[in-house]
């Protein structure tokens, strides 16, 4: 069976702190496809990124950044020196075995306080 | 435009109505999705479809329908609504079709349900 857990169910930070969302997943499948989106209060939901499981190496895109362990079957995502633009609430999902199904985890809201 | 649009964005209704949520999208994607999304469970599965003939059952089917009337037209509907079916719905298209595609999910802006 396919899973997602984000435990963290909500975070706050204070503008400029380093913060981590963590996500870990459950799958049998040796092909599959990690997903981060993110949820601003606006509501609409936007893509961040995509990672497959053959490509274990990390990620930096500006202030983001997302360490993919296939070890610890986690996929976390690291917001440096945050904005109070960053408040939002952020889903991991997992697509296994192919682009069928996706499968998210319950969110984590971060709250960025200026 | 939006190239994912869902109408109604907000609907209140009664126990026992009959409710449609339209989807059309102008991404020539072949799959189409309907989530629901409850606070602290994420974004679950209703139905989902990869073409016209195609309709599957997500993880969340009892109580929903779908209909995939076009490639472009994928409608959710609560035939008796009841109050625990209160959540916001979102429809989602995909353009997975193998290798060269980025198989995101493109996310309508949601439609908010209250069943009274």
């Known amino acids: 069976a396919q899973k997602v857990t984000q435990a963290q169910t909500e975070i706050s930070v204070v503008e400029k702190e380093d913060v981590t969302l963590d996500c870990v997943y459950e799958t049998r499948d040796t092909t599959y496809y990690l997903f981060w989106y993110k949820q601003p209060p606006s509501g609409e939901l936007v893509f961040l990124i995509r990672?497959?499981?053959?490509?274990?190496q990390n990620e930096i895109s500006g202030r983001y950044s997302w360490n993919f362990q296939k070890s610890t079957s986690s996929f976390n995502f690291t917001i440096t020196a945050s904005q109070v633009v960053d408040s939002a609430v952020y889903f991991c999902a997992l697509s296994a075995p192919d682009f069928n199904k996706f499968y998210f985890g319950s969110g984590t809201k971060l709250n960025v306080k200026p | 435009d939006a190239d994912v649009t869902q109408t109604p964005r907000n609907r209140i209704t009664k126990t026992g109505k009959r409710i449609m949520l339209e989807c059309s999208q102008t991404?020539?994607?072949?799959?189409m999705y309907w989530y629901r999304q409850d606070p602290g469970l994420g974004l679950r599965l209703i139905y989902y479809s990869f073409d016209v003939k195609d309709i599957n059952k997500g993880e969340i089917s009892d109580g929903y329908s779908v209909s995939r009337q076009a490639q472009a037209k994928f409608s959710l509907s609560l035939e008796s609504a009841i109050p625990n079916q209160t959540a916001l719905y979102f429809c989602?298209?995909?353009?997975?079709?193998?290798?060269?595609?980025?198989?995101?999910?493109?996310f309508g802006e949601g439609s908010r349900l209250t069943v009274l």
């Open positions: 989602a298209t995909s353009d997975w079709k193998g290798q060269g595609s980025t198989g995101e999910l493109f």
């Open positions: 990672r497959n499981s053959f490509d274990e």
């Open positions: 991404k020539g994607h072949d799959r």
